[in-house]
């Protein structure tokens, strides 16, 4: 697929040896705009193998000489794109944005949509000028684990214990099935989930409690470990619609942050965004926001 760029320009997909190219442009990005870098590069790594992307397709790199200026990727309608900030201004994201666009219609999708910091203003005008809608907004938070946090109240009738490996398809019917209930939100296969959340270095089964209901799982979090940060971070979280309004989620993110202090983290983090309705509870249990980001959207008129 062609692109409009400016003179001395040149593209080419993304292959796995590039991960660390672009992680540390992800890295200037982020650390431009926030003043701290959130992604990690196994981020990236995991990225390249999940479950139906194809990189030589989906993925594009956009280099001045030898230097990756620009990233973009599109997966099952989710997209990502940087643009080096020593390279904003210079048309390249509008370019970016073009081919983002063209290749979700090749895909079929009937709208696209990125997730930017609040922090990069360049990029709100540059979504809003092409006809994208502010769609939700998330937030990065966190909570210091300076000292043991309250244990937790767990509800009668209810166990809480570690995630094993034979856990697995039913945490992901718990955890897909409360995320459908979004408003955009698609079914993720079982293999698209795996191939993110099990596959991911970070993921630390033994940080991530689950509630039972004799032998029924009702409630999970998926834990991540980053024990070189010293944070324990809250990779996702769900309780089935016929346990809510118990108190089994608070339950088991006190059990979370109780097992990331064990561990010796001291910082326990998590992202939501305002279709959950997740942020008073994150708040009850002594969260705060750190950051905010604005998912913005676009309808693309049918595939083309």
Not at 260 to 283: C, H, N, P, Q, W
Request: glycine share 10%; proline share 6%.
């Amino acid at each position: 697929m062609t692109i409009d760029l400016p003179e001395g320009f040149t593209t080419r997909p993304a292959t796995p040896d590039d991960a660390a190219a672009i992680f540390e442009l992800m890295a200037a990005c982020e650390l431009t705009d926030d003043g701290v870098v959130e992604v990690d590069e196994h981020d990236i790594t995991v990225g390249f193998g999940r479950y139906g992307f194809d990189p030589a397709l989906d993925s594009l790199m956009v280099f001045e000489r030898d230097e990756l200026v620009a990233y973009a990727e599109i997966y099952r309608g989710r997209c990502e794109a940087d643009v080096r900030p020593t390279h904003r201004g210079r048309g390249i994201g509008s370019a970016v944005l073009g081919w983002i666009e063209r290749r979700a219609k090749e895909l079929g999708s009937v709208e696209v949509g990125q997730s930017k910091t609040d922090a990069n203003t360049a990029a709100r005008e540059l979504f809003l000028a092409n006809g994208y809608e502010l769609s939700w907004i998330a937030w990065i938070i966190r909570i210091a684990l300076d000292e043991p946090p309250p244990p937790p109240q767990v509800p009668p009738g209810i166990t809480i214990r570690a995630y094993r490996a034979s856990d697995a398809r039913e945490v992901h019917r718990v955890i897909d099935g409360a995320f459908t209930e979004w408003e955009g939100r698609t079914p993720d296969p079982y293999e698209v989930w795996a191939s993110q959340i099990l596959a991911h270095p970070a993921f630390g089964p033994e940080l991530s409690p689950l509630a039972l209901d004799g032998d029924e799982i009702v409630g999970v979090v998926i834990s991540d470990d980053y024990p070189e940060l010293g944070e324990g971070w809250i990779q996702q979280l769900a309780t089935r619609a016929t346990h809510r309004r118990r108190g089994i989620a608070q339950a088991m993110l006190l059990t979370a942050f109780g097992w990331f202090y064990e561990a010796g983290r001291r910082v326990a983090g998590v992202s939501t965004d305002s279709r959950t309705g997740a942020l008073g509870l994150y708040e009850k249990v002594g969260m705060h926001i750190q950051r905010q980001y604005t998912r913005y959207r676009k309808e693309l008129g049918g595939a083309g």
